[in-house]
């Protein structure tokens, strides 16, 4: 059964910084991996996907990477804003047809003015 | 805005009600998802419906009846809830003949079972 953990549960900083999300998955026999974004009370906006067969993706200043082998995927959101400030998921797809997604619980993002 | 909507946003109920939450999609999409958010645990998949018909019921217990008439809505019926069913319920959809694509999520309804 495939788990997805991410770390860290909460992050707080101060705008302008960089900083890494992390993701991790338990099988590494994956379609592909994506992160979402998640702002309270709201949906879920895909931010970056990133297929088995590719390394990374970027988007702006987001830059996400996959190691598949190892299991993990990495967030980089460069020069942190206040608007950054949300929940950030990574979801793994499993294959199939049916498109199943696991995710992990989530990092809440704090970027202070 | 995803395409996706959901109606109500917010909804408060008691054990003995029976209420349904809906879901619609403009995006011409064929496969619709029902997804639990509950506090401090990770989504999970409740339904997947490809193509109007349910392929996949995660174990979810049979107080939650899923409906599907046609490609662009889907329901979910909900009776005789618990306290412990009060969670943010997310829909999705996808093209489900593109592999590749992403899923797109509605805002949510938020569910208080008192």
């Known amino acids: 059964k495939q788990e997805v953990t991410q770390i860290p549960a909460a992050l707080s900083v101060p705008e302008g910084e960089n900083l890494v999300l992390n993701c991790s998955f338990t099988?590494?026999?994956?379609?592909?991996l994506q992160w979402f974004r998640q702002d309270p009370g709201k949906g879920l906006t895909s931010l970056l996907l990133?297929?088995?067969?590719?390394r990374e993706q970027t988007s702006g200043r987001l830059n996400a990477s996959l190691d598949k082998s190892s299991g993990r995927s990495t967030l980089y959101i460069a020069a942190s804003q206040p608007g950054d400030s949300a929940t950030y998921l990574c979801?793994?797809?499993?294959?199939?047809?049916?498109?199943?997604?696991?995710f992990g619980k989530g990092t809440l993002l704090t970027v202070n003015p | 805005e995803t395409g996706v909507t959901q109606t109500p946003r917010h909804l408060v109920m008691g054990m003995t009600n029976k209420k349904s939450l809906k879901c619609e999609q403009h995006?011409?999409?064929?496969?619709m998802y029902w997804y639990k958010q509950s506090a401090k645990k990770p989504l999970e998949l409740m339904f997947v419906y490809s193509l109007e018909e349910r392929v996949e019921n995660n174990s979810v217990p049979s107080r939650f009846s899923p409906e599907c008439p046609n490609s662009s809505h889907l329901f979910l019926h909900l009776h005789t809830l618990q306290p412990e069913d009060s969670a943010l319920y997310l829909c999705a959809s996808r093209n489900a003949d593109r592999p590749a694509d992403t899923q797109y999520f509605g805002p949510g309804t938020r569910l208080t079972v008192l």
């Open positions: 990133i297929q088995s067969s590719q």
């Open positions: 995006l011409g999409h064929n496969a």
């Open positions: 099988d590494s026999a994956i379609y592909n």
């Open positions: 979801a793994v797809r499993s294959g199939g047809s049916n498109y199943k997604l696991t």
